[in-house]
């Protein structure tokens, strides 16, 4: 069984930093795209940024600028290094991975947990 763990979620000021990993783990066979979403409260969960596995990137407008994504596909990673950060950024962030567990095998989506990230002075 697959399960992607993110870690990283804090409390910071305003105009700090904080990275943010997701890894992936158990039986998989590809991963191509990988993503980080987020939700605050009362509000729709959203996109922040995806990568494909070749380095393809994609960021919501919001976080242009501020936020990168990264991956390491060697070990099924991804990371999302968000600086500048606001109070508007405070959400749970989850981690996205768009993968195959075995050769012709369909895709699937697999979701992590989420990571709380808060941003107050």
């Known amino acids: 069984q697959v399960q992607l763990v993110e870690s990283g979620g804090d409390l910071v000021q305003p105009g700090g930093s904080l990275r943010l990993s997701c890894a992936a783990s158990?039986?998989?066979?590809?991963?191509?795209?990988m993503g980080w979403y987020r939700q605050a409260p009362r509000k729709q969960r959203e996109l922040v940024a995806t990568i494909t596995s070749g380095g393809s990137t994609n960021y919501a407008d919001s976080v242009q600028g501020r936020f990168i994504i990264s991956r390491d596909n060697a070990k099924n990673t991804v990371f999302l290094q968000m600086n500048s950060l606001k109070p508007e950024d405070t959400a749970i962030y989850y981690c996205k991975a768009d993968l195959r567990v075995g050769f012709g095998i369909p895709p699937t989506s697999i979701w992590g947990q989420g990571t709380q990230v808060t941003v107050s002075s």
């Open positions: 158990g039986t998989i066979f590809s991963i191509a795209t």
